[in-house]
């Protein structure tokens, strides 16, 4: 036997009898245990034992392997410490572990000590899903080393996550968007799941958030979107892009702007740049201008991307950023050509300030500021952000127009976590002033970050936004392959209500944003029929037949009359105890969806509850019009005057509607189902 090969067998003797043989691999630690062990712990960062999974006021945290694993997210940010491995010897040639967490080595990471020394570091990508990451250590084989979690960072994102340590001769491969997306296409399940949307837009795999770059070019309604190319949950984004014709159905299209050199493609706008005002155009063929956030090394700043093949492909400015204010939470522009003043405009937040800000430029690349908004609104919001600004006409008033301002929280909304709030008054091309006080966008608790089209042609002359259907309190759904749709998109107008309802109560005459279904929905209706609902009654009762709907993918019209019942309503059931109520209270004169037994609620303890949305009771009526997903609900009540959206995880796929009136002076009439084709495969139904 060679001397090398006794080195060899001595070296793996050793290494077995300090780590744990699985396999081929050698695992240093998997944080199971609910102690740390043989480490080393200092500071204030790490407790006692390992965590499991998200500790107190941090967002959901991802990727980690079986039920604990390293967060030094304990107290926040601002905590700090150490933790060292015992010795072990390198007997693999690479050391793998998940990380997530923090970016700035200097101060939060993982690193690989021999003989005393710094080695080999890493950091996580601002991020709470950990991901892979190795490093090659070959030319330390059978030399004694130590690995060093490390958080000395006590501002943003000063927190790291570390699980399963693992020596190996097969790393764990990066993600490859591009193989998994071709394999779940040729899947029997694409876009099939029993919970996937079939007319809101899904991405294919993976998490989505807010809608960005919402621009309407060449005869195609562009959705982009923040996408995790990498897990389905939040990190590494970037921008996801989808294609429309008809703003029902939808086609994927690569990712647009990926997160490059540790920046990431935070949230933004795009417009078409007619005039050519950034020279980016070719010919006379205007570009698509991107304006968006780049998020990292410490600082959000705002930068531009274009177009010159209608969206396919997308180059990055090379003087970005054009707009740099040196500030960790300065984002998500949204652009738009001012024409009296015959410029660009530009809102953004301060999100932590709570304060948005105007800009104007000329050429999309120049930037002074205007004007500031805020603090305002609800108070006990913990930010602001996603900005939206225009221009919408109020209902019969004879041309008139008025400015809508929304910006977004990420909690402290009307029904828990995330929601927007809006603002209406006067923009001069400066300075936007409210001339009431806020309202709330969405009653629901999942409609999140509405941003509208730009460059929808006058002839059409509509305002359309779309919303992130989901709540970032509850945002880890439970949904795999992928995870967050979008709302159905939304025509916009403003109503002057009058100061009182039927009932006498006092609505103070303010202008109220009116939010409908976009009519490009109704080509989706297969088939509709009148049901017979006004022998409403307690218990609940049937007015479908069991089986009669094939799939929870239908659309409801009907009114409610509460004569002097103290609620009227009906049930989507879904299961012998499972449902989800829509109805109308007399006390306190609301519209509600209770969800409390809609399916799964267990997967978060903020997920059940009932949402309710102020209703006028109008010439002793109140129309709702609801529509129904396979894992969501939207209900329009009066004609768009006030939304609940909220999400469901119903288990049973063919419901029974159900109608209930709590004595015989309400009644449910004019009731009208369309159930509806499936946007991805019209034959679902």
């Excluded at 430029?361 to 900005?387: H, I």
């Amino acid at each position: 036997m060679s001397v090398v090969r006794i080195l060899f067998v001595v070296i793996v003797a050793y290494v077995c009898s300090a780590q744990t043989v699985i396999g081929d691999e050698l695992l240093i630690d998997d944080f199971e245990s609910d102690s740390y062990g043989e480490w080393t712990i200092s500071g204030d960062a790490f407790g006692a034992q390992p965590a499991r999974g998200a500790l107190a006021n941090q967002m959901p945290v991802s990727g980690f392997r079986g039920q604990r694993l390293i967060n030094t997210f304990l107290g926040g940010d601002a905590t700090t410490g150490t933790a060292t491995s015992p010795p072990f010897t390198i007997g693999r040639r690479h050391l793998a572990f998940l990380i997530g967490g923090g970016a700035r080595q200097d101060s939060v990471g993982i690193e690989l000590l021999v003989d005393g020394k710094s080695v080999r570091v890493a950091s996580g990508a601002e991020s709470e899903e950990l991901q892979w990451s190795s490093w090659d250590v070959g030319e330390f084989a059978g030399r004694r080393a130590r690995v060093r979690i490390y958080d000395r960072a006590t501002g943003g994102w000063g927190h790291l996550l570390v699980d399963h340590l693992v020596q190996t001769d097969d790393p764990p491969k990066r993600f490859d968007l591009d193989y998994q997306l071709a394999r779940y296409r040729q899947s029997a399940d694409y876009l099939r799941e029993p919970l996937r949307p079939q007319y809101h837009f899904s991405p294919e795999i993976n998490w989505m958030n807010d809608p960005n770059g919402l621009v309407f070019h060449d005869g195609e309604y562009h959705l982009f979107y923040q996408y995790n190319p990498a897990g389905n949950s939040w990190g590494h984004m970037s921008w996801g892009h989808a294609v429309s014709a008809d703003l029902t159905h939808w086609e994927h299209l690569p990712l647009a702007i990926p997160e490059a050199d540790g920046i990431m493609a935070f949230s933004g706008c795009c417009v078409v740049d007619h005039h050519n005002s950034s020279g980016f155009g070719r010919g006379d063929q205007p570009a698509m201008v991107a304006i968006y956030t780049g998020h990292g090394h410490g600082k959000q700043v705002q930068n531009l991307a274009y177009s010159n093949d209608n969206g396919r492909t997308w180059t990055k400015y090379a003087g970005n950023p054009v707009l740099d204010i040196d500030n960790p939470d300065f984002r998500d522009p949204k652009v738009f050509w001012h024409q009296p003043s015959d410029r660009w405009v530009m809102v953004v937040s301060l999100a932590n300030e709570k304060v948005v800000v105007f800009y104007a430029s000329k050429d999309l690349k120049d930037w002074s500021e205007l004007s500031r908004f805020g603090p305002a609104g609800v108070a006990q919001k913990s930010n602001w952000e996603c900005p939206d600004l225009f221009e919408l006409p109020v209902e019969g008033g004879g041309g008139k127009s008025l400015w809508v301002l929304e910006v977004d929280m990420g909690s402290g909304s009307v029904a828990g976590g995330s929601g927007g709030e809006y603002f209406v008054g006067h923009f001069d091309g400066t300075r936007f002033t409210a001339t009431q006080d806020a309202r709330w966008v969405d009653f629901g608790r999942d409609f999140y970050a509405p941003v509208s089209w730009s460059d929808i042609p006058q002839s059409d002359g509509r305002r359309i936004w779309i919303g992130w259907f989901n709540n970032w309190q509850t945002c880890l759904v439970p949904t795999s392959p992928w995870r967050s749709c979008m709302s159905v998109p939304r025509t916009l107008s403003l109503r002057k209500t009058p100061g009182r309802d039927d009932l006498g109560r006092d609505d103070s005459g303010e202008y109220v944003l009116v939010q409908r279904p976009v009519k490009e929905l109704q080509r989706l209706r297969v088939h509709s029929r009148s049901i017979e609902t006004h022998a409403a009654t307690w218990p609940p009762v049937a007015v479908t037949k069991p089986g009669e709907l094939t799939d929870r993918v239908f659309e409801l019209e009907t009114t409610l009359k509460p004569g002097t019942a103290r609620s009227v309503g009906l049930r989507i059931r879904t299961g012998d105890d499972e449902f989800t109520e829509v109805g109308y209270d007399r006390e306190p004169g609301a519209v509600y969806v209770d969800r409390r037994k809609s399916g799964n609620v267990a997967f978060h303890q903020a997920f059940a509850g009932r949402h309710e949305a102020p209703a006028r009771v109008l010439d002793g009526e109140v129309s709702l019009r609801l529509l129904v997903d396979r894992s969501s609900i939207e209900v329009f009540i009066n004609d768009g005057e006030a939304v609940i959206s909220d999400r469901i995880f119903p288990s049973g796929q063919q419901p029974t509607i159900e109608v209930f009136a709590g004595d015989e002076s309400a009644q449910i009439t004019a009731t009208t189902l369309h159930v509806l084709n499936s946007i991805w495969h019209p034959s679902v139904n």
